[in-house]
Structure formats: C-alpha cells, structure tokens
C-alpha cells in the first residue's frame, strides 16, 4: 500500500485542510491537525489544493509540434508569417516544414498564404501550414507533387490552399513523414506542457484524418511509462470503415472525437442551415449522410461504446442530432443516454437542439478560448455569419442551465494549452448572458472531463474514493478568489492518480 498526504492547504474555501491518498485515490479529507499518516508528505504551505484540470479535446502531436517548431499564431500580417516560415527553414534545414496557427483575417494584406508563398522561402521541400482553425492549409508545390491525385479532390486549389477531401489528403501525407522519435518527442512535450499547467488528463481526438493508429497507441504507450498526465484516447472513424475495431484494439473511451461532420467557420467549411455572410454562394459541407451516421451510432449504442462528432455549424448539429433520435427510437432511450454520446465543439446550436442533448443524455464538449479568439461583434464569427448569428455562438450558460453535461477543452493547438484562460474565457463571454457562472466554468474544466469521459466518481473529484488527481497552485487564495480576479496561479504541484509529478515548485 502507498499513501500520500497532502497537507496545510487551501481545498476549495477551506483552508487548513489535508488530503490522505491511498493506492491512488483519496482515503480521507479534512483538517490538516486530525489528518493520517503516510509515506509521504507534500507540505502545501498554505497553497490552494484542487482538481486537476481535464482538458477536454487534444490533438497531442500536432500541439508538441507546434511547441517546439513552427507556430505562426500572433503573426500580424503575411509578411511576417512568410518571415517566420523562412526563418524556421534555414533554423530546420531538412524534413518535412511544419506549422500552423496563422490566420489572415486581420492581415492588412487581406489574404492568405498561398503556395507560392511558400516556395519562394522553402523551395523544393514539401511544406504543410495549417490555417488557424486546422480545417484548411496552404502546402508548397513539393507536397502537392507527393500526393496522386490531389488536383482532383474536392477543395483543391492550384494556388495551394485547400479545403475539404483535398486538405485531409495532404495532412496525412505531411504528418506520415514526420519520423517516430521527432512524434514522439512532440508528445512529450505536450504531456510535459499539459503538466506544468496542472492539467491531469487530455482527452486525445485521434482519427484518420487527423492522424493514425500508431500515432494514438504511441501516445497511449509514451502516457503509460511514467508518472505524468493521463491520456483519454479517443478514434474518429466510423463503424463501416473498421472504426470499431481501432476502438476496441487500444482500448479507448470511445468511438468518435474528430469525426469530422463538417468544417470550421474560418474556412467556410462548417455546414450552416442559411449562407454565410461573406460568402452567400456556400452554406459550408455535410460530409456524410445522415444514413452513414444513423449506422454508425447504432453500432456504438449496440456495443455500448460512446460515439462522438465534430460538428460546429447548425446544419451540422442537428443532422448528428437527427440520427440519435433514429437510434433513441430503434434501441430505446435509455440505451442511448447510457452511451453518454459526445458532441464536439457545438458552436452553433439551437434551443431545440440543447433540449436534444439534455434529454439524450449528451455531453457538449466545448472550446471557451474560441469566443475570446473570434466572438464579438468585430470578430471573426461576425464576418463570417453577420453579427445576429455570431452573438448566438457557444451559448454556454443555455447549455449549463438545462442541465447539458458540459466538458472544457482547447482543441490544441488550434488554442494554447490553456487551462485558466479557458475557464475565464466561458465566464467573460463576449456576448452578454452566455457566459457560465464562475463554479460552474470551473467544474466544466475539471469534473466535466471525467464526466463526457463516462469515469466520473459519483461524488465528485474531491471525495473519498475518487482518483487522486489534484493540482496545488501557487498562491495562498481560496478557489472563489482566484475566480473573481481571474487569476492564473502557476502550478507548485500535479498529482496524478497520487504520483506528484516532478518536484514541488
């Protein structure tokens, strides 16, 4: 038996408290005078003792990449973004070149990259440079010549930037060349990133299109050798496609994440139910018919597995949310509710739709930092669907009010690991009214990840019996004092499933 006993902290409001972990997880809580004793002691020096953070939905080697290589978010215009590209070819003169992050929508040039761009700073080296939003990218003219075929997928562009089948072609092609130790040395510097942060878990939203089975059962591998944060695995690929069998195979929490259902709002690819603003011609693209999800779920809620989509636009919600209730009907209710489906990111959703979700027992697993990023009435939201329906984007509380399961993520690297941030994000809503309370913002981003995760204690995170994942932080404040100042403590100590992680800071 091992134990841990963390003492002298700070435990919601309460201070003077202490935490007894037994075989990872917690025995005991209470005041630190009357507390057990263990092999171990972790002094908290009055710190403030939580939750771990769960972050919600990870892409882990996309982010570690962007980490330690090329990231052009924050780039303020097409010059610079071309500066940094050039600068990260002669700095990484072999490979494959790989970024992400720029987006050109308050670029004083008004457009994007495109592969000429590119190959006047990388010249013949294939070169992939995800759009922002990860739905889109501009490739050199090397990587177009690596891919048969692509001038005839749907979303080629001869200017090299591309969209739809053509883009998820070429992502494969430029993420398959990346070599095992430089992925695995992305990982683990996502793990080690998420750490530092005090996040305890990622829930990984693998798939084929985004990137591969030996990729995920990797990361689950790197997550498995040591002490450091849990790694949830999710594969997105559906059921008559041998989806199940990957899911079954790494034994993971479920058969979806990035199931991609449609697009992203920046690359004019989420499918709306009415045009988009600038852009009247598209109302954006539904990849499947709802015949091909109908199957896919039945088969979820058959074997009891938990299916998940990608879904942003309107149009997209609600033919996911179609398809489950042809399933409620067939299998019943209760079957569905007990599979705890996922939506994901559920940016644009209608009341009906929310009361879809509460009575089918579904978890909205959602992006805060994504308002912050292009809520407002200036925002890029408000480009693309005019300022009435961008106000709409990610009613928070309206999902929280009616009782919607609701998890907190980043989608990194489409955002930065960022856990505080995300919880301030959902409370500082750029539309008035659709901002979460602050406890409630924080739950999401703790308890909320075990809960879409279906691993939840039935008490709660902090309870006996629960998994000892915690995170003490630097600064001698109650929980509600860091939330009213929107604070963002560093992490002194991560404590997964009772291991701290590292030494205390």
Same mark, same amino acid.
């Given at each position: 038996?091992?134990?841990?006993?963390?003492?002298?902290?700070?435990?919601?409001?309460?201070?003077?408290?202490?935490?007894?972990?037994?075989?990872?997880?917690?025995?005991?809580?209470?005041?630190?005078?009357?507390?057990?004793?263990?092999?171990?002691?972790?002094?908290?020096?009055?710190?403030?003792?939580?939750?771990?953070?769960?972050?919600?939905?990870?892409?882990?080697?996309?982010?570690?990449?962007?980490?330690?290589?090329?990231?052009?978010?924050?780039?303020?215009?097409?010059?610079?973004?071309?500066?940094?590209?050039?600068?990260?070819?002669?700095?990484?003169?072999?490979?494959?070149?790989?970024?992400?992050?720029?987006?050109?929508?308050?670029?004083?040039?008004?457009?994007?990259?495109?592969?000429?761009?590119?190959?006047?700073?990388?010249?013949?080296?294939?070169?992939?440079?995800?759009?922002?939003?990860?739905?889109?990218?501009?490739?050199?003219?090397?990587?177009?010549?690596?891919?048969?075929?692509?001038?005839?997928?749907?979303?080629?562009?001869?200017?090299?930037?591309?969209?739809?089948?053509?883009?998820?072609?070429?992502?494969?092609?430029?993420?398959?060349?990346?070599?095992?130790?430089?992925?695995?040395?992305?990982?683990?510097?996502?793990?080690?990133?998420?750490?530092?942060?005090?996040?305890?878990?990622?829930?990984?939203?693998?798939?084929?299109?985004?990137?591969?089975?030996?990729?995920?059962?990797?990361?689950?591998?790197?997550?498995?050798?040591?002490?450091?944060?849990?790694?949830?695995?999710?594969?997105?690929?559906?059921?008559?496609?041998?989806?199940?069998?990957?899911?079954?195979?790494?034994?993971?929490?479920?058969?979806?994440?990035?199931?991609?259902?449609?697009?992203?709002?920046?690359?004019?690819?989420?499918?709306?139910?009415?045009?988009?603003?600038?852009?009247?011609?598209?109302?954006?693209?539904?990849?499947?018919?709802?015949?091909?999800?109908?199957?896919?779920?039945?088969?979820?809620?058959?074997?009891?597995?938990?299916?998940?989509?990608?879904?942003?636009?309107?149009?997209?919600?609600?033919?996911?949310?179609?398809?489950?209730?042809?399933?409620?009907?067939?299998?019943?209710?209760?079957?569905?509710?007990?599979?705890?489906?996922?939506?994901?990111?559920?940016?644009?959703?209608?009341?009906? *739709?929310?009361?879809?979700?509460?009575?089918? +027992?579904?978890?909205?697993?959602?992006?805060? @930092? #994504? !308002? %912050? =990023?292009?809520? $407002?009435?200036?925002?890029?939201?408000?480009?693309?669907?005019?300022?009435?329906?961008?106000?709409?984007?990610?009613?928070?509380?309206?999902?929280?009010?009616?009782?919607?399961?609701?998890?907190?993520?980043?989608?990194?690297?489409?955002?930065?690991?960022?856990?505080?941030?995300?919880?301030? *994000?959902?409370?500082?809503?750029?539309?008035? +009214?659709?901002?979460?309370?602050?406890?409630? @913002? #924080? !739950? %999401? =981003?703790?308890? $909320?990840?075990?809960?879409?995760?279906?691993?939840?204690?039935?008490?709660?995170?902090?309870?006996?019996?629960?998994?000892?994942?915690?995170?003490?932080?630097?600064?001698?404040?109650?929980?509600?004092?860091?939330?009213?100042?929107?604070?963002?403590?560093?992490?002194?100590?991560?404590?997964? *499933?009772?291991?701290?992680?590292?030494?205390?800071?």
């Amino acid at each position: 038996m091992t134990s841990l006993l963390v003492r002298d902290v700070t435990v919601g409001d309460r201070p003077g408290q202490a935490v007894h972990v037994v075989d990872g997880r917690i025995a005991w809580l209470g005041a630190a005078a009357d507390a057990p004793s263990a092999t171990r002691t972790v002094d908290g020096g009055h710190a403030l003792l939580t939750p771990a953070f769960v972050d919600a939905h990870v892409h882990a080697t996309a982010t570690g990449l962007s980490l330690t290589g090329l990231a052009l978010h924050g780039a303020d215009s097409l010059r610079s973004a071309v500066a940094r590209v050039a600068e990260h070819a002669t700095a990484a003169p072999t490979g494959t070149v790989l970024g992400t992050g720029w987006d050109e929508t308050a670029w004083p040039e008004r457009r994007g990259l495109t592969r000429h761009d590119l190959d006047t700073v990388v010249g013949t080296r294939p070169a992939y440079l995800a759009r922002v939003d990860v739905h889109s990218a501009t490739v050199s003219t090397a990587l177009l010549d690596r891919v048969p075929g692509i001038t005839e997928l749907p979303g080629y562009s001869p200017d090299g930037r591309l969209r739809l089948d053509a883009h998820h072609a070429v992502r494969r092609a430029a993420y398959g060349s990346v070599p095992a130790d430089q992925r695995r040395a992305a990982q683990r510097a996502t793990l080690t990133a998420a750490a530092s942060l005090g996040i305890g878990s990622v829930h990984e939203m693998a798939g084929p299109e985004v990137s591969s089975a030996e990729d995920l059962a990797g990361l689950l591998e790197l997550a498995a050798e040591g002490p450091g944060p849990r790694v949830v695995g999710y594969w997105g690929e559906l059921s008559e496609r041998g989806g199940l069998d990957v899911v079954r195979e790494l034994r993971l929490a479920g058969a979806g994440g990035d199931l991609f259902c449609d697009g992203a709002f920046g690359s004019h690819t989420a499918a709306l139910s009415t045009p988009y603003a600038d852009r009247p011609e598209t109302t954006g693209n539904l990849r499947f018919d709802t015949a091909v999800l109908v199957e896919h779920l039945r088969a979820c809620t058959r074997a009891q597995l938990q299916a998940g989509f990608h879904v942003i636009g309107d149009a997209a919600v609600d033919q996911v949310l179609a398809a489950v209730g042809v399933v409620a009907e067939e299998l019943g209710r209760d079957a569905v509710r007990a599979c705890r489906h996922r939506l994901e990111h559920v940016e644009m959703v209608s009341d009906e *739709a929310i009361d879809r979700l509460r009575r089918w +027992g579904m978890v909205a697993s959602v992006q805060p @930092a #994504f !308002d %912050a =990023a292009w809520g $407002g009435a200036t925002g890029m939201y408000a480009e693309r669907l005019g300022v009435d329906r961008a106000a709409g984007c990610n009613p928070l509380a309206d999902l929280v009010d009616a009782g919607v399961a609701v998890a907190l993520g980043s989608d990194a690297p489409v955002t930065p690991l960022d856990p505080w941030g995300g919880v301030h *994000a959902a409370v500082d809503h750029t539309t008035p +009214g659709s901002g979460m309370r602050p406890f409630d @913002a #924080f !739950d %999401a =981003a703790t308890h $909320g990840g075990w809960v879409a995760a279906r691993a939840e204690h039935p008490d709660g995170p902090l309870s006996v019996g629960a998994p000892a994942d915690l995170a003490l932080w630097a600064t001698p404040g109650t929980l509600s004092a860091v939330l009213a100042g929107r604070l963002r403590p560093p992490c002194r100590q991560l404590i997964v *499933a009772g291991n701290p992680i590292g030494e205390l800071t």
